[in-house]
């Protein structure tokens, strides 16, 4: 099983800020199967990026996924009101799925 | 507009059978390209897939819960279900139904808390 990892566990920031946010795999992932979520309190999780890199619909400019092999990143260039809410990393391979423990982006 | 209704008792007693429904509306979950799977989030803390389900019956599931769960989907009706069996508090958590499309979850029900009492 792959495991992920994700830091900071929590990120304390102020809107307009940039945050970055690290997700590590404890085995290579293939891009294609990097997927960010974000969810905020009482919500299911949103579709965020996928294949690593790849904005899904619907979703601003500000975010962006980089990264490949076992270390991938998620940032947001600007902080909006909004975006402070709870951000996963998941994976698959081998016919299994597993997410890193999540890191949260709370306002300063 | 695809969307995703779970539906279920909200308690369940220890060492029984948990087993939620999941309404898929706007698309068919005969669809050819899409599975279809429950995920589970336990009170504060993060996200497990529990298994998915093609519309063929073929599924697959995490290992981690020792083979205690079955996904099932009924074409007729336009749902999907999960049954876990020998709950224990352990699995007292809000569960989701979603949309797999190419190994990644794109459209989510809005979850159901299930608790497990003693």
């Known amino acids: 099983e792959i495991v992920l990892t994700q830091s900071p566990g929590t990120l304390s920031l102020s809107p307009g800020e940039r945050a970055t946010l690290s997700c590590r795999a404890s085995?290579?992932?293939?891009?294609?199967?990097l997927t960010w979520y974000q969810q905020k309190p009482g919500q299911a999780p949103r579709l965020l990026i996928y294949g690593a890199s790849s904005r899904a619909t619907g979703i601003p400019d500000r975010f962006s996924g980089s990264g490949s092999g076992t270390d991938f990143t998620l940032t947001i260039s600007r902080l909006e009101p909004e975006d402070f809410a709870v951000y996963y990393c998941?994976?698959?391979?081998?016919?299994?799925?597993?997410f890193g423990p999540g890191t949260k982006v709370e306002i300063k | 507009q695809l969307l995703l209704q779970e539906s279920g008792p909200g308690l369940v007693k220890a060492s029984e059978t948990l087993s939620l429904s999941c309404t898929v509306s706007g698309d068919s979950v005969s669809s050819t390209t899409d599975y279809w799977v429950w995920i589970r989030q336990p009170p504060g803390k993060g996200l497990e897939w529990i298994g998915s389900i093609y519309y063929s019956g073929s599924t697959y599931y995490n290992p981690s819960l020792k083979s205690r769960a079955t996904i099932s989907v009924d074409t007729s009706k336009n749902q999907f279900s999960l049954h876990l069996y020998s709950v224990t508090a352990a699995d007292t958590a809000v569960y989701y139904c979603?949309?797999?499309?190419?190994?990644?979850?794109?459209?989510w029900g809005q979850g159901t808390m299930v608790t497990v009492s003693s």
């Open positions: 979603a949309r797999e499309r190419t190994t990644l979850f794109d459209i």
């Open positions: 085995q290579r992932v293939s891009s294609t199967y």
């Open positions: 998941q994976q698959y391979g081998s016919t299994q799925f597993t």
